[in-house]
């Protein structure tokens, strides 16, 4: 069982920056093996996948975060990260760490609100 724990919301002005981290703790020996992603879910919107990041490291992103967000981990620490650039009122959501391997773990959400 994987444990994971968001970190870095708040509240920013339109054209801000954040950066979220997600660590992951439990069963987590085969860490490097996992792949990681960040959710998020605008209020009466369904969950959307924003990035991932595969154990070999490849990427991939929204359209709408191209350019603007990146992905990362750490598996030394066990953590992965999401640094949002240039955000837009439309970020505004809570955003979900997701861990899979042969199942999904999920993270308890952080809140990014962007507005002026």
């Known amino acids: 069982q994987v444990q994971l724990v968001e970190s870095g919301g708040g509240l920013v002005q339109p054209g801000g920056s954040l950066r979220l981290s997600c660590t992951a703790s439990g069963s987590i020996f085969r860490f490097p093996f996992y792949d990681m992603a960040w959710y998020r879910q605008a209020p009466g919107k369904q969950r959307e996948l924003v990035a991932f990041?595969?154990?070999?490291?490849?990427?991939n992103y929204a359209d709408s975060v191209k350019g603007r967000f990146t992905i990362s981990r750490d598996n030394a620490k066990k953590a992965a990260y999401l640094q949002m650039n240039s955000l837009k009122p439309d970020d505004t959501a809570v955003y979900y760490c997701n861990a899979r391997l042969s199942s999904d773990s999920w993270g308890q959400g952080t809140q990014v609100t962007v507005s002026s």
């Open positions: 990041i595969t154990g070999g490291g490849s990427t």
